[in-house]
C-alpha cells in the first residue's frame, strides 16, 4: 500500500500532510535566498526574522539576499521550489519512518510514494510551466502518483525506472568496469611510468563515461520528456558543462540549458 503525502500551496502558505499519521506544517510561502551559491537561508520567515537570526552575516550579504515568492505563473524561481519540497519531504519522510517504520521501509523499496499537490489556479499557469514543475517533482523526489488538484500528471513508472536503470549503467557503471579492465591489460610500457598510467586511465574512463551518456542520451528521448532528461542530466547545478550543453543541443535539440529549463 502506498503512503500519501499532500502538499497544499497558495502564494500565502505551503501546507504539507500525512493524514495517516496525523502530521500536519504549514509555512509562509516567502523565502530568501542568498543569489550568488544560490541557497535558501529561510523558510517561512519575513525580512526581520531572518535579519534578527542571521545577524552580522545578514548584514554583510544583505545585498545579495532576495526575498520571494514560489509557485507562481511564472516559475522564475522553480529552482528553489524543488529545493524547498525536497526540503519538506525530508521531514515528511523522517515522521513516517517513526510513524510506521516497517511500511515506510516497504514504500521505499517499491517506490511507493503519492504526492498530492492542490494549487489553486494551476491550470490557468503556462503549459511549458506545468510540466517543468512535474517533471522537476519526479526526477528530484521518489514519487509513484503524482496528482495536481485532482489530475494523475505523472510520467509511467516503467519509463522513469528504465531511464534510471539504463543512466546508471552506461554512464557510472560502464566507466569503472572499463577502467578496471584497462588497468588489468594496460602494456608494460604504460605501467611502467605513473603518470603515464594515470593519464592512459583517465582518458579511458573519460571516453567510456561520454560514450555511455551518448547512448544514454539518446535512449532516453524514447522514455522521459525533454525537461525531465534535463533534471537528469543537470541536477540542481547552475550550469552545465559546455560539453553537455552541447550534446543536449545536439541529441535533444534543446537550446535552453539552465536551471529553470
Known sequence: MAIEFTFRITQDEI???DRETGFDRAFVNRVAVHEKPRIIVALGEDEEKVKAR??????EHASEIRFATLFDAEGADRRYEIRVLEYLTRALHRQSQDSRRLKHIAAK????FDYVLEIPGYEAFPEARRHALEEGIQAHMRVRRLVVNGTEVQIPVHRREAEHWLRRLLVWVAPVVATAIAYVAAPVSIMESR??????????AFCVYYGGKVLWMLAARRLVP?????????????????IDQWLARRIWGVTKT???T
Not at 54 to 59: E, P, V
Open 54 to 59: 542571521l545577524g552580522a552575516w545578514y548584514l
Open 258 to 260: 539552465g536551471p529553470h
Open 226 to 242: 525533454a525537461t525531465y532528461r534535463l533534471c537528469m542530466l543537470q541536477g540542481l547545478r547552475h550550469r552545465l558543462p559546455a
Open 15 to 17: 501546507r504539507v500532510r
Open 195 to 204: 603518470l603515464t598510467l594515470f593519464v592512459y586511465l583517465l582518458a579511458i
Open 109 to 112: 523499496l517499491r517506490n511507493a
